[in-house]
């Protein structure tokens, strides 16, 4: 930890991100966040876990993005990690995870990328909304699981063939799932 403090100080940003895992002691090897079944964290230092991804993610780092994401989409927020739900947290999840699909386009996660997981959870928001700061739109939801499918994200994927819009045709332009929308 204390090489990593000294690189992050000094700027470094995979340092940042990197300084946040060691902090958070239940942290996959590949960066992503990892909770209990009860959806409780792993138990390290949250608030200063998320400081520095939140450094990161300001600097353009896809995962940590990400992280801050899963996090606020939790219930805790750069402006109070230890507090539990805010009222803002799913806007301010929803806002991380649009970073995480522009910074994130072909960053491995698993077997995806941190867009497509992240534009995972766009859809999700989108689709399913009913959360403050977040309004339903479910074209939108349903455009934001075909990108994140088109990548190979397999819960993309599983959501579209749920709802009857996911088709291995190809041949098309438009998604499969648009055009039966659109009609």
Known sequence: IYWYRKAAEGGLVDAMFNLGNCLYTHTRRDGSVFFNREGNHGGGDVGASMVWWDMAARKGHAKACLNMGDFCRKGFTTASPTAGQQPNHHKEAYAWYLRASQYGTETPHGNATVASLAQFYLGAYRYHGGCPGVSVDRKAGVAWWEKSAAKGCARSQRELRLL??????????????????LG
């Open 164 to 181: 009857g819009l996911h088709s291995a045709d190809a041949s098309s332009s438009m998604p499969y799932g648009m055009r039966r929308i």
